[in-house]
């Protein structure tokens, strides 16, 4: 679950080698995460946390708190599709 949450950030928001380059663990190792080959850490969750710190709650629990200011990129971006058709 978690897992999947990550995974969506590396397909909407940014590549391995892009990950490795903010957090220092190595491009192969979040290939690995990416793929199921390897089994995700509390050091990999908690540098996303690090980078994403407005999608803490998201990235743990699945749910969004805007009102919070804790929300996901699926929140964000339907929300910028809303103020761009001007219903925001």
Do not use: C, H
């Amino acid at each position: 679950m978690i897992r999947d949450r990550l995974i969506s950030l590396f397909n909407k928001e940014r590549t391995t080698v892009w990950f490795e380059d903010q957090t220092g663990i190595g491009r192969y190792r979040w290939q690995n995460i990416k793929s199921g080959k390897a089994r995700l850490t509390e050091a990999e969750i908690e540098a996303v946390m690090e980078l994403f710190p407005g999608y803490r709650w998201w990235l743990m629990t699945g749910e969004v708190m805007p009102e919070a200011g804790q929300t996901s990129p699926e929140y964000d971006e339907a929300n910028k599709n809303l103020k761009e058709q001007g219903q925001g």
